[in-house]
């Protein structure tokens, strides 16, 4: 089993910075891909961002050139770096993994992923 951990959420200006991370416990597969989703309140979930054990990543459009997801291996940890922040971006983000799809996959998945945090708020006022 893996157990994700989400913190850094909080609040942040429009055009200010967060930085989340996900601490995971547990197995740690090489093909195991890592990454994160955000729901705000009436809204569909949504693939964020998503990250490799090799280092690929792949974004949402939505947040392309203001986010950076990254990983450390050793410390089974993935961060999330979010910039230019804008009000549209609140929402409560979750940590999730799964084995064996590469990060791209992750974006387009049907279901949900095998590992899930507990989530962190992020607000973002104008």
């Known amino acids: 089993q893996v157990q994700l951990v989400e913190s850094g959420g909080g609040l942040a200006q429009a055009g200010g910075s967060l930085r989340l991370s996900c601490a995971a416990s547990?197995?740690?597969?090489?093909?195991?891909?890592m990454g994160w989703f955000r729901q705000a309140p009436g809204k569909e979930r949504e693939f964020v961002a998503a990250?490799?054990?090799?280092?690929?990543?792949y974004y949402a459009d939505s947040v392309k050139g203001r986010f950076t997801i990254s990983r450390d291996n050793a410390k089974n940890t993935e961060y999330l770096q979010m910039n230019s922040l804008k009000p549209e971006d609140t929402a409560v983000y979750y940590c999730a993994a799964e084995g064996f799809i590469t990060a791209q996959v992750m974006a387009d998945m049907r279901r949900d992923p095998t590992y899930w945090g507990q989530g962190t708020q992020v607000t973002v006022s104008s």
């Open positions: 990250i490799s054990s090799g280092g690929s990543t």
């Open positions: 547990g197995r740690t597969l090489r093909s195991d891909v």
